[in-house]
């Protein structure tokens, strides 16, 4: 079956712009993550959607930082007036559950790069 | 909260060869889980290996295999018969077993370099 999939794959844009990075997980997998990826460092956790719950929105570094996930499947990250420090990979994962037991594996997409001029 | 550390930015090893990348971790909770990712150049992270803090064998899958020490809070990954396909970003990750967050906490890499 697809793995997870986002696009676009690459985005530049103007500061201060609007962006919106999207996220197909995969199918009946009910957990779905967004990570942050500077140059060359870690995961950065932003926020993590579990099932009807509420997210854990924790590890949003700003208000200008927020995500929805439609019907369950589909997730959207979206970064208001953007800033050159929003320069990154914004990778998205899956898995088949959230939290609680089970070494279960967490599916990553390819990632966004954006890029703030 | 918890904190992965790996304390190795960079390491080579001659292809054929064995290498150990180390990651310790830090956290007061008794059952989690903890994970070893591998980044390529193409950004795909994909796992590689994965084990669970109550069980005291070390995982094993083929060529690659862990050290876990609960006591010491280490979980090293030894890659055995290395090849030019292991050259990559490779990321320890932890998961608390307990609560609901579900989120994983990562290391922040080391890039394996294979020689031929």
């Known amino acids: 079956g697809a793995g997870v999939s986002q696009s676009p794959s690459n985005k530049v844009t103007e500061k201060g712009k609007d962006v919106e990075l999207r996220c197909d997980p995969i199918?009946?997998?009910?957990?779905l993550y967004w990570y942050r990826q500077s140059l060359g460092q870690g995961l950065e956790f932003l926020i993590y959607f579990q099932g009807n719950s509420a997210p854990d929105k924790s590890g949003l570094p700003s208000d200008r930082f927020s995500a929805e996930r439609t019907g369950g499947s589909v997730s959207t990250l979206t970064i208001q007036r953007t800033q050159q420090e929003d320069s990154a990979v914004y990778l998205c994962?899956?898995?088949?559950?959230?939290?609680?037991?089970?070494?279960?594996?967490?599916?990553f997409g390819p990632g966004t790069r954006l890029t703030v001029t | 909260a918890q904190t992965v550390t790996q304390s190795q930015p960079e390491m080579s090893v001659q292809e054929a060869e064995t290498v150990t990348l180390s990651c310790t971790y830090d956290?007061?909770?008794?059952?989690?889980?903890l994970f070893w990712y591998k980044q390529p150049p193409s950004r795909q992270m994909i796992l590689v290996i994965r084990?669970?803090?109550?069980?005291?064998q070390n995982a094993t899958e083929n060529r690659f295999s862990v050290n876990f020490q609960k006591a010491a809070k280490s979980f090293s990954l030894k890659i055995s018969d290395s090849q030019l396909g292991d050259a990559a970003m490779y990321f320890c990750a932890y998961r608390s077993a307990f609560t609901n967050a579900g989120k994983s906490t990562f290391g922040d890499g080391t890039t394996l370099t294979v020689k031929p």
């Open positions: 956290t007061s909770e008794s059952d989690y889980y």
């Open positions: 199918s009946g997998h009910t957990a």
């Open positions: 084990q669970e803090a109550y069980k005291q």
């Open positions: 994962a899956s898995s088949f559950r959230g939290g609680g037991t089970g070494a279960y594996e967490q599916y």
